[in-house]
């Protein structure tokens, strides 16, 4: 069943306030020296992977080797699965690895990046890992971060200051070998969606009384925001979310056996084949493996695995989707998971070439930070 965790009480989402001190408990936190730029040639190497993990047979470039020759949009390499990520408004980011449980802070203008802690009791088999990563919302005066994780029993929901113990918040979501996904999201009013998947168990997605198959919605210390902490339903696997503002709430819904689909989320939702709420966009095998969100005024970008790009999409006020989705970085950099938009209007990218299905490079994964294109080349935003 799902366990509250003890605490203060939380204030209204301050995002806008955060500054470099956000990392003043853990190594003197990061000043930032002005606009991004490329790091320069010969910068010291970011950091790599555990030294457990094996380089790729045949190539030979080593993890951990640092910034690709030439690519500027490559901030941080030779890491192992990184999928959680949040930027903060210092410019900077704290980036966790799905199969190590590492946290890493990540800088936008110089290497190397800093390991900051390894998240304890994460399980890692089948689809299980670190899953995603939030920032409280009174960050400045707690300092917690909210982690999504996979352990040998459950899924659940942990926070702890860097370098802390983590402490739970919401535990005994199912856990399962197959549509395993995890998402967290603090939304515009401070409440924080959890988004599941229904462990291959499509009845557990209609319960009303199970955690699977769901987005959640539940305060800081894991109590329900009404009645129930089940948001919506009918879900097969959320591997992300994402909102702008006080607009829709978008989930990516990943499947194995059909089109990924992205919604738009409303309270006591069903979004359940075949009578739910229909998707605002679907993608096939060859453009989807969605596992990223991000939105932004009249958008969303999307991070496609096995598609190996990152997909463009315009909203309407509504929330519906218009014209024809976009892409960029296709076939670039493998495949293309975590996608987060700062403040300066970059997206920053994880790759996932190292979850057993990609094909790695010596230099993955990697995190990216790029200015999205557009047909007049500069940015939407």
Not at 157 to 171: A, E, I, Q, S
Not at 243 to 256: S, V
Not at 280 to 289: I, P, Q
Request: with cysteine; charged share 15%.
């Amino acid at each position: 069943m799902w366990l509250r965790a003890g605490g203060r009480a939380s204030g209204l989402l301050l995002a806008g306030l955060l500054t470099a001190s956000l990392l003043a408990g853990c190594g003197g936190g990061y000043h930032p020296v002005g606009p991004f730029h490329p790091l320069p040639e010969g910068a010291p190497p970011e950091v790599g992977p555990p030294t457990s993990q094996a380089p790729v047979p045949g190539d030979p470039a080593q993890p951990g080797s640092g910034q690709q020759a030439g690519d500027a949009n490559v901030v941080a390499s030779g890491l192992n699965v990184p999928t959680g990520l949040v930027v903060l408004a210092d410019g900077s980011a704290i980036v966790g690895e799905r199969e190590t449980g590492r946290l890493l802070h990540v800088f936008p203008d110089r290497s190397p990046a800093r390991e900051l802690m390894t998240v304890p009791g994460v399980d890692t088999t089948g689809d299980g890992g670190l899953l995603g990563l939030a920032i409280s919302p009174t960050y400045l005066e707690d300092g917690l971060v909210y982690a999504y994780l996979s352990t040998a029993t459950d899924n659940r929901v942990v926070r702890f200051p860097l370098g802390g113990t983590p402490n739970p918040v919401l535990t005994g979501i199912p856990r399962g070998e197959t549509d395993n996904g995890g998402a967290l999201l603090f939304g515009a009013d401070g409440t924080l969606f959890v988004g599941t998947g229904d462990t291959g168990n499509p009845a557990l997605a209609d319960d009303p009384n199970s955690l699977a198959g769901k987005v959640l919605r539940i305060d800081v210390f894991g109590r329900a925001v009404g009645a129930s902490p089940v948001y919506s339903r009918g879900h097969r696997d959320v591997t992300a979310l994402c909102q702008h503002g006080a607009e829709a709430l978008y989930a990516t819904d990943a499947t194995l056996d059909g089109p990924d689909e992205l919604n738009a989320i409303t309270g006591g939702g069903d979004y359940g084949a075949p009578q739910g709420t229909p998707p605002v966009a679907e993608f096939g095998a060859a453009e989807g493996g969605l596992g990223g969100c991000a939105a932004a005024a009249g958008g969303v970008f999307l991070g496609a695995m096995d598609g190996e790009r990152v997909l463009a999409l315009t909203v309407d006020k509504t929330g519906t989707v218009t014209g024809k989705p976009e892409d960029f970085l296709a076939g670039q950099y493998g495949r293309l998971r975590t996608v987060v938009l700062d403040p300066q209007g970059a997206l920053w990218i994880t790759t996932s070439n190292r979850d057993g299905i990609g094909t790695p490079k010596g230099d993955d994964d990697k995190v990216l930070r790029i200015q999205p294109p557009t047909s007049t080349g500069s940015s939407p935003l």
